[in-house]
Nanobody, 117 residues
Framework: QVQLVESGGGLVQPGGSLRLSCKAS???????MGWYRQAPGKQRELVAR???????LYGDSMKGRVTIFRDNDEDTVDLQMDKLEVDDTAVYYC????????????WGQGTQVTVSG
């Protein structure tokens, strides 16, 4: 089991930037780490994910405006978000998984990002 705690969400104006951070309760070196988001009335969607080897994949909605980083020594994964839009308003969730291996799938509580102004 791994506990994930997100931070960094808040209110930002359109065009602004935010950096979200996810802290894990144990080493994440064996996990695929990712950020997902869910807006009201919409399905949860992938924002970005990064493998234990550093390979990244970005969802279409925010591709080109986000960058995912991981620090295996600090057990953290960050999401740098730039050029934010009103439609980016959502709850953003941190994920750790090895669905490909044994079905492990862990989620944080989520952090609210509101783009308005």
């Amino acid at each position: 089991q791994v506990q994930l705690v997100e931070s960094g969400g808040g209110l930002v104006q359109p065009g602004g930037s935010l950096r979200l951070s996810c802290k894990a309760s144990r080493t994440i070196v064996t996990f695929i780490m990712g950020w997902y988001r869910q807006a009201p009335g919409k399905q949860r969607e992938l924002v970005a994910r990064i493998t234990f080897g550093g390979s990244t994949l970005y969802g279409d909605s925010m591709k080109g405006r986000v960058t995912i980083f991981r620090d295996n020594d600090e057990d953290t994964v960050d999401l740098q978000m730039d050029k934010l839009e009103v439609d980016d308003t959502a709850v953003y969730y941190c994920n750790a998984n090895r669905r490909d291996l044994d079905g492990s799938d862990y989620w944080g509580q989520g952090t609210q990002v509101t783009v308005s102004g």
